[in-house]
């Protein structure tokens, strides 16, 4: 079921509950107050049997006859509700007419009888309690055995005194309940109100705050708003932390952007002015390689721009020698035929990663070897592992006045001196560092002994 409105829920729910809990109480108190009416009554006719026994034995002249009469007064039943002091006739009591005594002798002659009980037998001549129906009500009887006397007497009361009884005693208890019903739904209002103050005070905590800051919520609220605090502060952190990374990508995007369209207009320019075929060409081939050059730099922003925004990769087992052959077969010829390779990877050997994600891992890292290695040497890749962690290694030589600066290497959009003439966009390190971080593996670079540029990434979970 959909809650609409908490308050109206717990409005509704907690006086529902009281509501149930009355019903409940007087169903219970009905029945309890039957059931203890029903054993007093029961021990009344038992009582009134003995007694009308004790009179047969005093009495030595009752004989079978019709006119042994015990006398009920006729008093007319209106309906209206009265006092116990105003039911005090003077000719006594309107319940007399629901009590009845017969006396029976052992040969089924009618010895005494009271005037509501009618000639015959109000029930079998059988020793104990019985429940019967006469003159359209249902009785509760009590036949006893005089045995000296020979006779049966009977005592028997109407069921619907008891049923009367036990309502009025119900209703007893639940009209004190009744009265108290408004101001306990009163302070039931006054308590959820109170209570659900503190979600009031939060929503409009939330909607003063300013979207250009999104700072935590510091309020002291119950426990319960505690979890709900604590996921608000997050999704605020989270949204900064988007924000943040939209406007440091819109900022980079522009700055690094400004200076090939300006290139590229110069060039625009130079193509227009152009007098003979000479410049025409030498103009369109640097629009092309700056084009080129464009091209490449918003591919590049593209892809760490949606790197940005992805926690989970779904990683998958797949070959990692048809990862580097599919990466190889996404990098120019022409930086390809600059080295050999010497590919040391066996053909069973596999990775579980995001193949897409790796594949782009692999096309800058192996892009990049070929690009700054002196030219015909070799490039080599080696992958090895062991029961606790695996590692793939590239490795590329560089000539002595082409040494990068190993500790700024990674940085955004940053290109050594040296590497200027060599196109790139300084963004596929941190491309690939950002990716390594999404696999939780580990990526390093130095320079070894012999002036080789070694790439090393290393994973804690063997994975062949």
């Known amino acids: ?51 009308v026994r004790h009179l047969l034995v005093e009495s030595s002249s009752i004989k079978p006859a019709f ?40 040969d089924g002659k009618l010895l005494l009888r009271s005037a509501n009980a009618g000639t015959h037998p109000l029930q079998p001549m059988d020793a104990g309690y019985h429940v019967v129906n006469f003159d359209g009500y249902e009785w509760v009887g009590f036949s006893l055995y005089a045995q000296d006397l020979e006779v049966w007497v009977f005592t028997a009361q109407r069921e619907d005194v008891r049923g009367e ?27 959820v ?31 319960e708003l505690h979890p709900f605090q604590h996921a608000v502060n997050t999704l605020l952190a989270e949204l900064k932390s988007y924000i943040s990374k939209e406007k440091r990508f819109i900022a980079d995007a522009s700055h690094e952007l400004r200076t090939p369209l300006s290139i590229l207009q110069l060039h625009t320019d130079n193509l227009a002015k152009a007098q003979s075929a000479d410049e025409v060409q030498l103009a369109n081939q640097a629009i092309q390689k700056s084009t080129k050059r464009l091209s490449h730099l918003v591919f590049q922003l593209m892809e760490m721009q949606k790197l940005e925004h992805l926690s989970h990769p779904e990683k998958k087992q797949i070959s990692l020698l048809g990862l580097i052959s599919d990466a190889m077969g996404q990098i120019e010829s022409k930086h390809l035929d600059n080295v050999s390779w010497d590919i040391r990877v066996s053909a069973e050997a596999t990775i579980t990663v995001e193949p897409a994600l790796f594949q782009c891992v692999l096309r800058n890292l192996l892009d990049n070897a070929a690009k700054y ?27 002595k006045d082409s040494m990068p600066e190993i500790d700024r290497l990674g ?54």
């Open 373 to 399: 290695a002196c030219p015909n040497s070799v490039v080599v890749v080696e992958y090895y592992s062991t029961l606790t962690d695996s590692k793939l290694t590239i490795t590329n030589q560089l000539s």
């Open 193 to 223: 109100y109170w209570g659900t103050r503190p979600i009031n005070e939060l929503s409009a905590k939330l909607a003063g705050t300013d979207p250009a800051d999104l700072k935590p919520l510091q309020m002291e609220l119950p426990r």
């Open 165 to 191: 009884l036990s309502f009025h005693l119900t209703i007893d208890q639940l009209v004190p309940l009744s009265f108290a019903v408004i101001p306990i739904f009163i302070l039931v209002w006054l308590t």
């Open 411 to 464: 940085e955004r959009f940053f290109r050594a001196t040296v590497h200027q003439d060599i196109a790139g966009s300084g963004l596929g390190l941190s491309v690939v560092r950002k990716i390594i971080e999404l696999h939780q593996m580990n990526l390093t670079w130095l320079i070894n002994d012999h002036g080789c540029f070694v790439v090393m990434l290393e994973s804690q979970e063997n994975t062949e």
């Open 67 to 106: 006119d042994n009469v015990i006398e009920v007064p006729r008093i007319i039943e209106d309906g209206i509700e009265r006092t116990s002091a105003q039911e005090r006739h003077p000719e006594g009591h309107k319940y007399e007419s629901k009590i009845a005594v017969q006396v029976w002798s052992q």
């Open 1 to 51: 079921m959909k809650i609409k409105s908490l308050r109206r829920m717990l409005l509704l729910s907690i006086n529902g509950v009281i509501l149930l809990l009355m019903i409940v109480t007087g169903v219970s108190t009905f029945y309890s107050a039957h059931h203890e009416l029903d054993e007093l009554f029961d021990a009344q006719l038992a009582q009134y049997a003995r007694l």
